[in-house]
Nanobody, 122 residues
Framework: VQLQASGGGLVQVGGSLRLSCAASGRPFSRYGMGWFRQAPGVEREFVAAITRSGGSTYYADSVKGRFIIFRDNAKNTVYLQMNSLKPEDTAVYYC????????????????WGQGTLVTVSS
């Protein structure tokens, strides 16, 4: 499956952004989907994940209550709604697809998008 992430940009502290990740090539509903992020000099970290049906979601503690992951299987797209953004949310955000379900570990994901940069300015 090919993944194309978009929606990043520059936003002020407290603002919102919505990231999108469009999938093509394989039935999208077969994959658990995740969002990860990587800041300069920092390892890639888990942000959020959603099961194949969208019935269950999981979040890193650092974004819980501020970010929402959801998907539209009819549009082959997963989203990450980011609210109340903080400077520490600045990173390149990646979407990923997992054939075996959903996980918080990057190593479990089979396909990755190219990343989209989010910069939160104070």
């Amino acid at each position: 499956v090919q993944l194309q992430a978009s929606g990043g940009g520059l936003v002020q502290v407290g603002g919102s952004l919505r990231l999108s990740c469009a999938a093509s090539g394989r039935p999208f509903s077969r994959y658990g989907m995740g969002w990860f992020r990587q800041a300069p000099g920092v390892e890639r970290e888990f942000v959020a994940a959603i099961t194949r049906s969208g019935g269950s979601t999981y979040y890193a503690d650092s974004v819980k209550g501020r970010f929402i992951i959801f998907r539209d299987n009819a549009k082959n797209t997963v989203y990450l709604q980011m609210n109340s953004l903080k400077p520490e949310d600045t990173a390149v955000y990646y979407c990923a697809a997992d054939r075996s379900g959903v996980s918080g570990s990057a190593s479990e994901y089979d396909y990755w998008g190219q990343g989209t940069l989010v910069t939160v300015s104070s």
